[in-house]
Nanobody, 120 residues
Framework: QVQLVESGGGLVQTGGSLRLSCVAS????????MGWYRQAPGKQRGLVAG???????YYADSVKGRFTISRDNAKNTVYLQMNSLKPEDTAVYYC??????????????WGQGTQVTVSS
């Protein structure tokens, strides 16, 4: 049974940084793309950053230059380093396993997410 557990969220001031982690169990992430998604109140969940099995990355325009996604296949973990945080980054952040090695269509179960709150 695949399980994804996100952690690392919290309350931070504008301009601050956080590092999110997502540990997968029940499957190996090494052959899959991985993505970080977020959902703000009243909005749909959307892709923030993704990393393919080969290490190529994708970022939403709103986070380019501020967020960095990385993966450690040996630890079955994907990370999201978030710098220069803004109040509009406030959301619940989720990770998911891509449905293949090179696309970010979510293919796994959603975890509980981790709340990120950026105060102005």
């Amino acid at each position: 049974q695949v399980q994804l557990v996100e952690s690392g969220g919290g309350l931070v001031q504008t301009g601050g940084s956080l590092r999110l982690s997502c540990v997968a169990s029940g499957t190996s992430i090494s052959i899959n793309a991985m993505g970080w998604y977020r959902q703000a109140p009243g909005k749909q969940r959307g892709l923030v950053a993704g990393i393919t099995r080969s290490g190529s990355t994708y970022y939403a325009d709103s986070v380019k230059g501020r967020f960095t996604i990385s993966r450690d296949n040996a630890k079955n973990t994907v990370y999201l380093q978030m710098n220069s945080l803004k109040p509009e980054d406030t959301a619940v952040y989720y990770c998911n396993i891509g449905s293949s090695g090179y696309n970010f269509v979510p293919g796994g179960p959603w975890g509980q997410g981790t709340q990120v709150t950026v105060s102005s």
